[in-house]
């Protein structure tokens, strides 16, 4: 025997349903995230650390292991400054020498001066330009859409560093770095419908190619760590 369905209950889980979705659609349409827009891009900050990095990753700084090394950073002057000084704080650790708190107790004054920190953009495009359309009465004239056979976009930051070091009792020279230099690259590539982002900066590169990169990796002198306090 077939079984009649209940027109009003039909209606009734329907009325529901739709109440369901409705509720839904509101709370849904009433969240909100703020989102904020800072004046520099971290692809901008990457690029000049990164090109920082490859500057003082060739330096031979093993002359001065064991020596009391105080740093003077008053002619240093670049983009994220605080960021490269501390690099050749770290490079001069890595070295063997030791931070000195002040220049009184130091055996050797290091001078850092900066010749660029920066980034160049550059552009290529082989296409149909956006072309205006004037129209006689309007304000504003349309424009047709940009129609890009091949296009490439890209930053390339340079960095160049040089380092003084001289005795801090005779005032005589010691060592010159001459020019440090180093360049990080990000570009963004298209051609037709296919478009593609190549970097050599770590962090930006997909994982598999990170490690062709890096230039620092973590460091462990762990006879120079102080024996635990006793209570």
Request: with cysteine.
């Amino acid at each position: 025997m077939e079984e009649r369905k209940n027109p009003r209950r039909c209606i009734t889980h329907f009325a529901f349903a739709l109440a369901i979705f409705i509720i839904t659609v509101l709370i849904a349409g009433c969240a909100t995230q703020e989102t904020t827009d800072p004046p520099r891009s971290a692809t901008e900050q990457l690029l000049l650390s990164s090109a920082a990095d490859q500057a003082l990753a060739g330096a031979n700084l093993s002359l001065f292991a064991g020596r009391q090394v105080y740093f003077d950073f008053t002619y240093f002057d670049s983009y994220d400054s605080k960021y490269v000084e501390g690099e050749i704080r770290d490079a001069f650790s890595r070295a063997g020498a030791l931070i000195a708190p002040d220049n009184k107790s130091a055996d050797v004054i290091v001078e850092a001066r900066s010749g660029a920190d920066s980034v160049d953009t550059n552009s290529s495009f082989l296409g149909i330009p956006s072309i205006p359309l004037p129209i006689p009465g309007t304000a504003e004239e349309p424009v047709t859409p940009q129609i890009a056979f091949y296009q490439k976009l890209g930053q390339t930051s340079y960095a160049k560093f040089a380092l003084l070091a001289y005795s801090n009792k005779t005032h005589a020279h010691i060592y010159s770095s001459g020019p440090l230099d180093g360049k990080a690259y990000n570009a963004y590539t298209s051609i037709l419908f296919v478009s593609w982002w190549s970097t050599d900066i770590p962090e930006k590169a997909k994982n598999k190619y990170r490690y062709k990169y890096e230039i620092w990796y973590p460091q462990y002198d762990q006879q120079n760590m102080p024996p635990p306090g006793r209570k």
